[in-house]
């Protein structure tokens, strides 16, 4: 019977209670036929509820940035951010950043693309921090700052490829300088 009213009608016709109803008569013997239509009855339950969720409680909004650019993103009911923001290049449909966010707080990588299309810098994030490996390119695809990142702060080494390929290499500490190499000339901070 439970093949053929998953087979005949479509799960998303159905409230999540009738094939919640249906997911639980399926726990008896009837071995691995039952066990997978209950995998991909939950999977469906599941892909349900979350088309749900987002439709009611995801509000999208269309913005333009301070640079006149225009902005996607998507909010909760209490005003953070949530999910994928997207900016656009002026007057297009080219993406130049897209910023991922869980719960109104940066999370995951950040990433900006050059007008080609190649990329200009990853940044990683984590509960609205900076963490982990930030590094940009040129759009000849030479690398121009590689630095690292711990909770927020800069931490290790950042290496900088400045005008005229003068190259700065800093260490930090906890958001604090401790030593500077520019060219052959160290300084240390205090």
């Known amino acids: 019977m439970l093949f053929y009213i998953t087979s005949m009608m479509e799960l998303d016709d159905l409230p999540p209670e009738v ?53 996607t993103f998507e909010r909760l009911p209490n005003g953070w951010k949530h999910g994928l923001e997207r900016r656009y290049w002026d007057g297009t449909d080219q993406l130049y950043l897209e910023i991922p966010w869980l719960n109104g707080k940066q999370y995951g990588n950040e990433v900006a693309l050059h007008k080609d299309g190649t990329v200009k810098y990853i940044k990683r994030w984590k509960n609205g ?43 930090w500490k906890n958001g604090e300088r401790e030593t500077t190499l520019e060219g052959n000339k160290i300084k240390i901070t205090q």
């Open 19 to 71: 094939l919640f109803q249906i997911a639980v008569s399926i726990n008896n013997p009837l071995g691995f036929r039952a066990f997978a239509l209950t995998c991909k009855l939950f999977f469906a339950i599941a892909t349900n509820l979350q088309n749900k969720m987002k439709n009611k409680f995801l509000q999208s909004e269309e913005t333009k940035d301070a640079f006149g650019y225009r902005v």
């Open 129 to 171: 921090k900076q963490q982990g490996k930030e590094k940009h390119w040129n759009e000849d695809g030479s690398v121009l700052l590689t630095a690292h990142w711990k909770d927020g702060n800069k931490h290790g080494w950042e290496r900088w490829r400045g005008l005229k390929g003068r190259t700065t290499v800093t260490r």
